[in-house]
């Protein structure tokens, strides 16, 4: 918020200096303007009876008391020249030697003859030519006047009026006015960054208690969905622990395939979030005979084909539950295709080679391990050497190479991990 208080006080302040210079030099122009207007309409309603004859100016060199009393009445009048349009000086109130003399058409005064428009500024007079006489009165500024003496129909100027005059009044106009503008703009930018405070602080304020209810409304969402995960995870606990009780053969078989599965992935240095993921799909990858009639799962001969078309639904079947839980999506893939073989012969999607996630293929040499060194109602259990002479006859056929190798490296490091006695309690947290 003070950031942008700060940012917003910067921009208001340029803004207010920006339109104060403008309003500034506006009254400026204006009351210049207005100043020569003034000064010419007057010194030409004096001057035009006696000077201009058929729109022909004539050379005075004197003129009555009276129309000199006349031009004295603007007390600020300093001198006035009146000239003809080819440069000679018709009459001046001061230095009237100068009279009839001819001087050359620059600057303002050749601008107001040929272009017939008036022309004002404000400034000090550099001495020297022919305005040498002014410069030695006027020894501060001047408000120097450059107007067309136009000829009867407006066509055209006739010469020109050249008017000098002390600013003094007119200087201190246009500050008192500046000063005033500077005055509002200070009260009215002054106001608005006031009133941005007070709405950006309401707005503060608001924001602010919105977002703690939002953060508060947050915590107990997550709080909920925390227990309806926890709920739906205990939930396929208590259906995976459901499948492991349905034949006493198998009891302990989903925890030592976890057990096992992990050996083989830490030997082939899974990441961390991978190692997770193999934790939930060996626990959970045989949930899906959840859907499996007892009658087939503890027969004890050939099942039929049939019965074989229920047992391979089962890894789809589990995938399907598990990915209802958000949070065991990465396992989801595992569950599928732990029963997919490395030459592609595999079930559900009878994927091969690289084409199996190799988590997957861990859990599946793990599940086969501990079903050939348990027993089964249609066989009992092998020793751990043929079991060991399965997985190598298996290799680069049922399972994946390099998922081999590392199996056997495991169970030379830890033989206890891959005994076929009832593990200890579930893992699912460790790591």
Known sequence: ?????????????????????????TLKTQAVRDARTSLAQYVDGVLRPRLVRNDHLRVQPQLSATILAELRRRSDLITVKVWRADGTLAWTNRD????GRRFALDDELGESISENRSVASIGRL??????AVEALIAKHDVLEVYAPLESKDGSHAIGAYELYANPAQLESFIASRKHMIWLVLAGVFSALYLALGLLVRGASRTLHSQTLALEARSRELLESNRLLELSAFETIESLNATVDAKDPYTAGHSLRVQRIALAIG???????????????????????????PDSILA???????????????????????VGRLGWLREAVPLIRHHHERWDGKGYP????????????????????????TTDRPYRSALTDDEAMR??????GTQFAPAVVDAFFV??????????????????????
């Open 410 to 431: 495991a169970l030379a490091a830890s033989p206890a991990e891959f005994s076929a006695a009832r593990p200890r309690a579930s893992v699912l947290a460790a790591g």
């Open 96 to 99: 009237p030697a100068r009279i």
């Open 299 to 321: 027969k004890p001969s050939a099942l039929t084909e049939e019965e074989w078309a229920l047992i391979r639904r089962h890894p789809a079947n589990g995938a399907e539950i």
């Open 266 to 292: 830490a030997e082939l240095d899974l990441h961390a979030e991978r190692m997770d993921a193999l934790r939930h799909a060996g626990l959970f990858h045989d949930i899906g005979k959840i859907a499996v």
């Open 1 to 25: 918020m003070h950031a942008f208080l700060g940012a917003s006080a910067v921009i208001l302040l340029a803004g207010a200096l920006v339109l104060g210079w403008f309003l500034t030099s």
């Open 126 to 131: 550099s001495p020297g030519g022919e305005h």
């Open 349 to 372: 999607d009878r994927l091969a080679g690289d084409a199996i996630p190799i988590e997957a293929a861990v859990v599946g040499l793990a599940d086969a391990w501990d079903a050939m």
């Open 390 to 395: 399965e997985i190598r006859e298996g290799r």
